[in-house]
């Protein structure tokens, strides 16, 4: 990793009967890998490697450079800090860190040969080694071969290596020459195609390939026609390829060495890194993602376990995390309680956690955050046993690669504001999720989630449509938000929404309007009542005017003023205006086969994540899933900053309730983008009360933490928990 790379309504509906799901047992993709592979025996490890050429071109004279960076004392603080594994820096973008027959050297390591010193340490521990090996990294090698470098649409190089250009032989060399010294495994870095513009790549080669695949030229730049269409499928395939190739190439050297590839198919990220989200992550034995706050967002750190869970569903998932303050090369070290929420978090989401240190510039190492990863990871050991388990998931949220990329574009965000704010609202809410991804979705898949959400799904294949009539035929509860079903393959205007049928709506228009609003009847009677009183809120995000079918029409939609000034564009329509008049219902209710679709014409999910995030918005879209399946098997009631997250081990009949608390303090003013700033660091231990409530008669009710007070009557079981995690132990 490196641093370029950079619910208040009750819905009190028409007694519709409810259909159960079967629970359907998850896809099995595991590769061929043994068992006994260390990454399935795995809970925690650490990454190290050097700062100083993390920006590429670093001084090749400097000899102060990594000049105490000592494999012997990084496997003895490792082994101290109850590592599983270390992952070892073996080559970045200007330098190799052994004595290497292909590459320079780092300069201040002189005679010695970190590597080989960590290899002979790490035996003496049984700690398995894995090389970190860097793809993509401007610097001292790209420069001298020019050969390997992207091209743009004017044949300028971009400062990237090209996948097509003779660079995989290359590698290939690279990744042998490391082996070699008895490595148990590959960590490979930066396998993207950048991430943003200029992009890539117009080079001799890509044209050649490209015409022999298309029989016509590229296109000219980034058009988003037929032709784009093709060079982002060429883009992809050219990564795939180049992935599948360097990962059999080790595995034909030593087939029990462990080959994973840092993943950039999750958001932020888009179609300019060259991946999608399930093609690109099953190319190894096992996905490697990052998170953390430095470019994810504090509330992610579960949505990223879940996004490479899902992408790569019946394998392993590791999650880098850094020590640092702010990222990574920061010489920062994270208070204790800090790295634990977030490692607890990944842990009991289930993946498994490399941290990240990046050593001093002279290679040393900073003992007080040896000692804090220590206690953390002492602790995630200490919970072994509480890890893993099948969620107990409640909403499918469902991810469109396609319209990530085809009404995402060069904007991605736009799309994923409704992604990211479906799954805020869930966590918010306490409502158990899980993911749905475009490209590996089946019948068996959707049916695992008694709701499933569609936040802004514009553009569907005749298969995914076709799937969620199956699924919605058999009993399910579809949720659609935004513009879902209603633009073409590549985006385009369509005169109807490819789930008219399905939803009973007919579509009238799509408003280009963000700040959008919503009324509803002011007493129970109706559909749905709302705030006790007829009250029009902003729900931000995209809608549309939709008419009934065959769906009930409940609420009202309503567009908002525009100025004079706007109606003649001299005005921007950036900030939103209060309400006009209603233009369409606000939610169409469809009852079709066993199931019902619930579609909202407005954005709840987009409203969540946006800045203008009222507590309505989010509520409105819960309690439609709360509508939809009124009696799950247990509802968790804690304050918003508690997130939790619910497995079931039914051969032991036991649930396990993980809880954490975030606790942030507030932060000051930011000294430049005010007031866009980092939330503060985790110091202190929240204290919170949750309250979880039972359908089914439970057995017994214990808690991990001592600390924690546990009082249960009947199927009611109140917690008040006084530490950063805690899990709750539900024998039934
Ligand atoms: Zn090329």
């Given at each position: 990793m490196t641093v370029g790379h950079v619910r208040c309504t009750r819905f009190i509906v028409v007694a519709w009967i409810s259909c159960c799901i079967a629970m359907a047992?998850?896809?099995?993709?595991?590769?061929?890998?043994?068992?006994?592979?260390?990454?399935?025996?795995?809970?925690?490890?650490?990454?190290?490697?050097?700062?100083?050429?993390?920006?590429?071109h670093s001084d090749p004279n400097d000899t102060r450079y990594c000049s105490q960076f000592n494999g012997r004392e990084i496997v003895r603080r490792c082994v101290s800090a109850h590592c599983d594994y270390l992952v070892i820096w073996a080559r970045d973008g200007d330098y190799a860190y052994y004595d290497s027959k292909l590459l320079p050297k780092a300069p201040g390591l002189g005679e010695r040969d970190p590597l080989r010193e960590t290899v002979d340490a790490a035996a003496r521990h049984?700690?398995?080694?894995?090389?970190?090996?860097?793809?993509?990294?401007?610097?001292?090698?790209?420069?001298?071969?020019?050969?390997?470098?992207?091209?743009?649409?004017?044949?300028?190089?971009?400062?990237?290596?090209?996948?097509?250009?003779?660079?995989?032989?290359?590698?290939?060399?690279?990744?042998?020459?490391?082996?070699?010294?008895?490595?148990?495994?590959?960590?490979?870095?930066?396998?993207?195609?950048?991430?943003?513009?200029?992009?890539?790549?117009?080079?001799?080669?890509?044209?050649?390939?490209?015409?022999?695949?298309?029989?016509?030229?590229?296109?000219?730049?980034?058009?988003?026609?037929?032709?784009?269409d093709h060079m982002l499928e060429f883009r992809y395939a050219?990564?795939?390829?180049?992935?599948?190739?360097?990962?059999?190439?080790?595995?034909?050297?030593?087939?029990?060495?462990?080959?994973?590839?840092?993943?950039?198919?999750?958001?932020?990220?888009?179609?300019?890194?060259?991946?999608?989200?399930?093609?690109?992550?099953?190319?190894?034995?096992?996905?490697?993602?990052?998170?953390?706050?430095?470019?994810?967002?504090?509330?992610?750190?579960?949505?990223?376990a879940e996004f490479y869970r899902a992408a790569t569903p019946g394998l392993p998932v590791q999650v880098a995390i850094q020590r640092g303050v702010r990222m990574y090369h920061d010489q920062t070290?994270?208070?204790?309680?800090?790295?634990?929420?977030?490692?607890?978090?990944?842990?009991?989401?289930?993946?498994?956690?490399?941290?990240?240190?990046?050593?001093?510039?002279?290679?040393?190492?900073?003992?007080?955050?040896?000692?804090?990863?220590?206690?953390?990871?002492?602790?995630?050991?200490?919970?072994?046993?509480?890890?893993?388990?099948?969620?107990?998931?409640?909403?499918?949220?469902?991810?469109?690669?396609?319209?990530?990329?085809?009404?995402?574009?060069?904007?991605?965000?736009?799309?994923?504001?409704?992604?990211?704010?479906?799954?805020?609202?869930?966590?918010?809410?306490?409502?158990?999720?899980?993911?749905?991804l475009d490209e590996n979705v089946t019948l068996e898949r959707l049916r695992r989630f008694p709701v499933v959400l569609l936040p802004n799904a514009a553009i569907l294949s005749d298969r995914e449509i076709s799937l969620l009539r199956g699924y919605v035929d058999g009993g399910g509860n579809l949720i659609l938000t935004g513009f879902s079903g209603m633009l073409g393959w590549r985006g385009e205007s369509q005169e109807e929404s490819a789930l008219a049928e399905l939803a009973g709506i007919r579509l009238v228009r799509r408003l280009a309007s963000l700040d959008n609003w919503v009324r509803f009847p002011g007493h129970s009677e109706g559909p749905t009542s709302v705030l006790g009183q007829a009250w029009p809120f902003l729900v931000k995000g995209p809608a549309a005017v939709l008419e009934a079918t065959s769906a009930q029409p409940v609420g009202e939609l309503l567009e908002p003023f525009r100025t004079i000034r706007q109606q003649e564009g001299r005005e921007g329509t950036d900030w939103p205006m209060s309400a006009d008049s209603p233009?369409?219902?606000?939610?169409?209710?469809?009852?079709?086969?066993?199931?019902?679709?619930?579609?909202?014409?407005?954005?709840p999910d987009y409203a969540t994540a946006s800045e203008h995030h009222i507590v309505e918005a989010r509520r409105l879209l819960v309690n439609a899933v709360r509508f939809l399946h009124p009696n799950p098997r247990l509802r968790i009631t804690a304050p918003t900053t508690v997130e939790a997250i619910v497995t079931d081990d039914p051969a032991e009949r036991t649930l396990r309730i993980h809880l954490l608390g975030y606790n942030a303090p507030p932060q000051t003013t930011p000294p430049k983008d005010r007031p866009h700033i980092l939330p503060r660091l985790i110091e202190d231990a929240p204290m919170y009360r949750a309250i979880i409530e039972f359908a089914e008669p439970i057995r017994r009710a214990t808690a991990f933490n001592k600390s924690t007070d546990l009082k249960r009557r009947g199927r009611r079981l109140q917690a008040t928990v006084q530490d950063i995690h805690d899990v709750l132990v539900i024998n039934y």
């Amino acid at each position: 990793m490196t641093v370029g790379h950079v619910r208040c309504t009750r819905f009190i509906v028409v007694a519709w009967i409810s259909c159960c799901i079967a629970m359907a047992q998850p896809a099995h993709a595991a590769k061929g890998v043994p068992d006994s592979a260390w990454f399935h025996r795995s809970l925690v490890g650490m990454e190290v490697g050097p700062t100083g050429a993390q920006f590429g071109h670093s001084d090749p004279n400097d000899t102060r450079y990594c000049s105490q960076f000592n494999g012997r004392e990084i496997v003895r603080r490792c082994v101290s800090a109850h590592c599983d594994y270390l992952v070892i820096w073996a080559r970045d973008g200007d330098y190799a860190y052994y004595d290497s027959k292909l590459l320079p050297k780092a300069p201040g390591l002189g005679e010695r040969d970190p590597l080989r010193e960590t290899v002979d340490a790490a035996a003496r521990h049984r700690l398995p080694l894995i090389a970190y090996c860097v793809v993509q990294q401007g610097g001292h090698y790209l420069r001298e071969h020019p050969e390997f470098e992207m091209r743009d649409p004017a044949g300028k190089r971009i400062g990237r290596f090209c996948y097509n250009s003779g660079y995989l032989e290359a590698m290939k060399q690279i990744v042998a020459e490391q082996l070699a010294y008895g490595m148990a495994g590959f960590h490979i870095d930066m396998l993207d195609q950048g991430f943003g513009p200029p992009y890539g790549c117009w080079c001799e080669h890509c044209q050649e390939a490209f015409e022999a695949k298309y029989s016509h030229a590229m296109p000219t730049g980034v058009t988003w026609d037929e032709k784009w269409d093709h060079m982002l499928e060429f883009r992809y395939a050219t990564s795939a390829r180049f992935e599948r190739a360097l990962y059999d190439h080790v595995k034909s050297l030593n087939p029990h060495a462990t080959v994973d590839f840092n993943y950039h198919g999750n958001p932020p990220f888009s179609w300019e890194v060259g991946q999608r989200p399930m093609q690109h992550a099953g190319n190894a034995d096992f996905v490697t993602g990052e998170t953390g706050v430095w470019g994810f967002s504090a509330l992610t750190v579960g949505l990223n376990a879940e996004f490479y869970r899902a992408a790569t569903p019946g394998l392993p998932v590791q999650v880098a995390i850094q020590r640092g303050v702010r990222m990574y090369h920061d010489q920062t070290t994270r208070p204790l309680n800090d790295i634990r929420w977030e490692l607890l978090m990944l842990l009991a989401h289930g993946a498994f956690v490399t941290m990240v240190d990046k050593t001093g510039f002279d290679g040393w190492l900073d003992p007080v955050a040896y000692e804090r990863i220590g206690i953390a990871f002492k602790e995630a050991h200490a919970k072994k046993a509480y890890w893993g388990h099948e969620p107990v998931p409640e909403v499918g949220i469902y991810f469109s690669s396609r319209t990530r990329d085809w009404l995402g574009r060069e904007q991605p965000a736009d799309y994923f504001q409704s992604f990211q704010g479906a799954h805020k609202a869930l966590v918010y809410e306490h409502v158990p999720w899980g993911l749905v991804l475009d490209e590996n979705v089946t019948l068996e898949r959707l049916r695992r989630f008694p709701v499933v959400l569609l936040p802004n799904a514009a553009i569907l294949s005749d298969r995914e449509i076709s799937l969620l009539r199956g699924y919605v035929d058999g009993g399910g509860n579809l949720i659609l938000t935004g513009f879902s079903g209603m633009l073409g393959w590549r985006g385009e205007s369509q005169e109807e929404s490819a789930l008219a049928e399905l939803a009973g709506i007919r579509l009238v228009r799509r408003l280009a309007s963000l700040d959008n609003w919503v009324r509803f009847p002011g007493h129970s009677e109706g559909p749905t009542s709302v705030l006790g009183q007829a009250w029009p809120f902003l729900v931000k995000g995209p809608a549309a005017v939709l008419e009934a079918t065959s769906a009930q029409p409940v609420g009202e939609l309503l567009e908002p003023f525009r100025t004079i000034r706007q109606q003649e564009g001299r005005e921007g329509t950036d900030w939103p205006m209060s309400a006009d008049s209603p233009i369409g219902p606000a939610i169409l209710l469809n009852k079709i086969g066993k199931g019902r679709v619930l579609t909202f014409a407005c954005s709840p999910d987009y409203a969540t994540a946006s800045e203008h995030h009222i507590v309505e918005a989010r509520r409105l879209l819960v309690n439609a899933v709360r509508f939809l399946h009124p009696n799950p098997r247990l509802r968790i009631t804690a304050p918003t900053t508690v997130e939790a997250i619910v497995t079931d081990d039914p051969a032991e009949r036991t649930l396990r309730i993980h809880l954490l608390g975030y606790n942030a303090p507030p932060q000051t003013t930011p000294p430049k983008d005010r007031p866009h700033i980092l939330p503060r660091l985790i110091e202190d231990a929240p204290m919170y009360r949750a309250i979880i409530e039972f359908a089914e008669p439970i057995r017994r009710a214990t808690a991990f933490n001592k600390s924690t007070d546990l009082k249960r009557r009947g199927r009611r079981l109140q917690a008040t928990v006084q530490d950063i995690h805690d899990v709750l132990v539900i024998n039934y």
